[in-house]
């Protein structure tokens, strides 16, 4: 009797161990949404509802929204288009057809559709603000799509397929795609009627916000029924808003395991960080960004060409002096990178070259009162102070965005010019040219950019595409509107046992590709 209720007891205390393992089990491991959280470092102290595809401005914001909503298809790590929300792609004559993946369905279990799609690429249409490529040129040029219920002929869909009908520009319709600009929203995501994003946890991402928080400190959350999901991927991310001279030293004390691609750590400190300790992680681009000074529509009314040519050499020979002794910088000539599909060809580098090196620097420019603003380069007190001492006169800050638009404003909160970083690419890229074109890179206004633009992706002729965006290169650094300092790669650091798995040819930055061994 003694025996059998001890028995009893035994097996008890086994089933409750059991049950407690699998219990162990289940939300550790299995459930998707389990500890531990990776903790990132993000330039942003906003609530999510500031990000929208509509209206990509910066760098954050693009990483923000790719790990949250997804395009229709993507990039793989060699630059070539492959399957994104859509399983797989096809031409039928001169319609490209979107096959829908199906069972994919947001965290609350609504399922993505081929209207989900195109009511998500009418939304942009009316709003109107992509700078990464114009999407109504290509399929509804023709029509004023002023709410989500009016038709657009281009733009069709049925119960499993997204059908575009594009009358011209299809060899850059797939690659268009890939950018964060034409991602998908649900439906039920979107206001009808402003048509702002009104829910950011039913998302098409890896990624959805489980918390928000007006300060920017928001909490995503892996949805597992996304086909970029896996179990070893972060199941929660916690966004940390950090200030410009922060980061470097909170992941040095361990409070953050994460700084990504847009930090504002410059890729010098990251990499000088890297070095510091063997339980620190580094990622890598190529030199796919480039310094460089942009003279604003202000600058260029103000200061003639001998005088920009001035001012640029004078600010390119300071910050090199300084970026010379950086690891990862390179002296650069051109705004794409040497060998890039942008790049200039031998003659023409040649005479840049020699326009650069040859130009004597006239001495009146140091007493002008110039207005020089570096913008998304991190903490840049030192390069500041560099530069007063050459510019005593100058009003030198830091902050703000580019001017998109018109590049002809005047006011006196406008710069002569900007000092930047961005991502200018290694191949043909149409989200990076048409950014540029916005941001004002090149020698081309709002109207002559729209033009430029027509014509180039109207070429079937790579051969010839690549030849006109070689002599507006050409041209833009002939005339100085743009002065290229150096070439420099974006960098990214994890902390084991945290693993990255990061693209070299793109400066993204999914969540999805970090791992834990």
Excluded at 86 to 110: C, P, Q, V, Y
Excluded at 231 to 260: A, C, M, N, W, Y
Excluded at 338 to 355: C, H, M, T
Excluded at 365 to 389: A, H
Aim: aromatic share 10%.
């Amino acid at each position: 009797m003694r025996l059998g209720r001890f028995a009893s007891f035994a097996l008890l205390c086994f089933l409750l161990a059991a049950a407690a393992s699998a219990l162990f089990y289940f939300r550790i491991i299995e459930n998707p949404l389990a500890p531990p959280v990776l903790r990132v470092s993000f330039p942003s102290d906003q609530p999510a509802q500031v990000f929208d595809p509509a209206n990509i401005q910066l760098a954050p914001e693009y990483i923000f929204l790719e790990n949250i909503f997804s395009p229709l298809v993507e990039f793989n790590r060699e630059g070539k288009v492959i399957a994104g929300l859509a399983d797989r792609f096809e031409w039928r004559g001169s319609d490209l057809i979107f096959h829908i993946r199906k069972n994919f369905k947001t965290i609350d279990g609504h399922p993505i559709t081929a209207r989900d799609a195109a009511l998500s690429l009418k939304r942009l249409l009316i709003l109107s603000k992509s700078t990464q490529g114009n999407l109504r040129s290509l399929v509804c040029e023709d029509q004023n799509i002023q709410s989500l219920a009016t038709e657009c002929k281009g733009i069709q869909f049925n119960s499993e397929e997204l059908i575009l009908k594009p009358k011209k520009f299809r060899h850059f319709l797939l690659p268009l795609l890939t950018s964060m600009d034409f991602a998908v929203i649900p439906e039920g995501s979107i206001d009808p009627q402003t048509l702002k994003i009104i829910d950011y946890r039913n998302t098409t991402g890896p990624y959805y916000v489980e918390k928000n928080s007006p300060t920017g400190n928001i909490v995503l959350a892996a949805n597992p029924s996304h086909y970029h999901f896996t179990h070893s991927i972060p199941k929660r991310v916690s966004l940390v808003p950090i200030k410009s001279d922060e980061s470097i030293q909170r992941f040095g004390k361990g409070e953050i395991d994460h700084l990504t691609t847009v930090d504002f750590a410059r890729s010098e400190q990251v990499i000088s960080l890297s070095k510091s300790s063997s339980e620190y992680r580094l990622h890598s681009t190529i030199n796919i960004r480039t310094l460089m000074s942009v003279f604003t529509g202000k600058g260029l009314k103000t200061l003639d060409r001998k005088q920009r040519l001035s001012i640029g050499r004078a600010i390119k020979q300071s910050l090199w002096e300084y970026f010379s002794t950086k690891s990862g910088y390179e002296p650069t000539y051109q705004i794409f990178p040497v060998f890039s599909e942008g790049g200039l060809d031998k003659q023409q580098a040649s005479k840049i070259r020699e326009l650069y090196d040859n130009s004597p620097i006239q001495p009146e420019i140091f007493k002008l009162p110039l207005k020089i603003r570096l913008v998304r380069l991190g903490n840049t007190s030192d390069l500041v102070e560099k530069l007063t001492r050459v510019f005593p006169k100058a009003e030198i800050t830091a902050g703000g965005v580019p001017t998109f638009g018109e590049t002809a404003d005047m006011s006196e909160s406008v710069p002569h010019l900007f000092i930047c970083g961005p991502d200018m690419g290694f191949l043909e890229d149409m989200g990076s040219i048409s950014y540029g074109i916005a941001a004002g890179h090149f020698d081309l206004n709002s109207k002559t950019g729209k033009e430029w633009l027509e014509q180039y992706q109207n070429m079937d002729n790579k051969e010839e595409r690549l030849k006109m965006l070689k002599e507006l290169h050409f041209r833009t650094l002939e005339k100085v509107i743009t002065v290229p300092i150096a070439d420099f790669p974006y960098t990214a650091l994890v902390r084991k046992p945290w693993r990255i798995h990061l693209p070299t040819l793109f400066a993204n930055n999914p969540l999805w590709l970090i791992n834990r061994d």
